[in-house]
């Protein structure tokens, strides 16, 4: 988008180069032109890419069954708050409540949905998608007008704050004393990050109309989350670091007392990479094709990194969390459907070809050859005791019955 590419072009000439983080978050993030506050048809056949939630009902289906056992963990409580960060079109959220409401009516009158969106386009079709759900209180959108106060559970916590790392806009809790869950899918893989490699960090310029890559020698907080987190990178080696979601994490965690945090993500974990996996993942997204190329078409592509669990997984236990052993999106959604034999998914099917395309869409799911492998799912718990939080369904997939 050309307007998009004049607005960096200029930034960069009143400030000189920018930092990776800086530019992945104009191109995604800018209020006029970037790729989610524009456009709010990303998602699906007709977009750029498919969610777990665009493929069937039976994703929201399942969840709700875990959350409902979730709130049965947390003592029943006649107050929960469901939060989801970054909900898209609000397909999920509809999705779990209509389940909720029609097999787990008591969860259900118990549960406060709150909607956490950033981008107006998307809060737009979330509000159309949810309507009567909104209009009767269920569920809610968290306010997300930069420097203002937010609903009684939601406020703004500003940009990230040193100077040395670009500025990302996020949103957090305020300090919450009710048990709530968290629920984050595909949420992490979209925040800035910053590029190293063995010549230092990345920065962007422009030269005869282009964008340029520069190095810089790399600040001490990127080297300390190479030591704690990742890899150093070798030669000819790019890695990603992920200080916007490891602080939107830091500030999460800290506020919640009591309750379940589940993220699901394409990822990897330090020992993956010490491995010699998962050693740059940056792509551009655009129609449902990869390309490497983050400078193609600002503002026209999505552009994501995979998860460092392990970064997440440390903030949260840096504020008293227990985290679970990470699960594939495959094994933590087989182990909550076996008990009932996925009855969830094929509950509405009245022909045999139904059954079929509900099959083949849950096998998308599930299976290597869809997003069954290749996205994980990591569940933490506060206040809770470890032994039950660790009786999930959604991480016993193959538990040997007592």
């Known amino acids: 988008m050309k307007d998009l590419r004049r607005k960096i072009e200029q930034e960069i000439g009143q400030r000189g180069p920018i930092r990776f983080s800086r530019y992945m978050e104009i191109c995604l993030y800018d209020p006029e032109f970037g790729y989610y506050a524009r456009n709010a048809e990303q998602f699906g056949k007709a977009g750029d890419f498919y969610t777990s939630s665009d493929l069937h009902a039976v994703f929201g289906r399942l969840m709700a ?11 029943r409580p006649e107050r929960l ?4 960060l970054g909900p898209g079109r609000g397909f999920f959220a509809r999705d ?36 009567q759900r ?15 106060s937010g609903t009684d559970a ?3 916590i500003g940009s990230i704050g040193a100077t040395e790392v670009a500025p990302f806009q996020t949103w957090a809790l305020s300090t919450c004393h009710s048990p709530i869950i968290v629920f984050a899918n595909e949420f992490f893989d979209a925040f800035p990050v910053e590029i ?11 030269k005869d109309g282009r964008f340029v ?7 001490p907080e990127e080297l300390e989350f190479l030591d704690r987190y990742a890899v150093h990178p070798e030669n000819r080696e790019r890695i990603e670091i992920g200080l916007a979601a490891r602080r939107y994490g830091e500030d999460l965690f800290w506020r919640i007392e009591r309750g379940f945090f589940v993220s699901v993500d394409y990822g990897y974990t330090r020992e993956e990479q010490l ?3 998962h050693r740059g993942t940056l792509k551009a997204i655009r129609q449902h094709s990869m390309s490497a190329n983050p400078y193609e078409a600002p503002g026209e592509q999505d552009i994501t990194a995979d998860v460092n669990f392990t970064a997440l997984a440390a903030a949260a236990e840096r504020h008293g969390w227990h985290t679970e052993k990470l699960v594939t999106q495959s094994q933590f959604l087989m182990g909550i459907g076996e008990a009932n034999q996925f009855a969830d998914a094929f509950e509405d099917c009245r022909f045999p070809q139904e059954r079929t395309k509900v099959a083949l869409q849950l096998k998308h799911l599930v299976t290597p050859a869809g997003m069954g492998e290749s996205f994980h799912a990591l569940v933490a718990s506060r206040g809770v005791q470890p032994d039950l939080a660790a009786s999930l369904a959604g991480l016993g997939f193959g538990r040997t019955a007592k």
Request: hydrophobic content about 45%; glycine content about 6%.
């Open 81 to 84: 708050t469901l939060a989801e």
């Open 154 to 156: 939601w406020s703004s």
């Open 96 to 131: 779990v409540l209509d389940w909720a409401e029609k097999k787990f009516p008591d969860f259900f009158r118990a549960v406060s949905y709150v909607l956490v969106e950033r981008s107006p386009a998307l809060r737009e079709k979330i509000a159309q998608t949810l309507n």
């Open 196 to 206: 190293v490699s063995t010549q230092g960090s990345l920065r962007i310029a422009t």
């Open 65 to 75: 069954r875990q959350f409902e056992e979730m709130w049965r963990i947390l003592g």
């Open 275 to 277: 491995a010699g996996r």
């Open 213 to 219: 890559e520069s190095w810089v020698p790399s600040c």
């Open 134 to 148: 909104i209009e009767s209180g269920k569920a809610e959108l968290a306010l997300i007008e930069e420097g203002a």
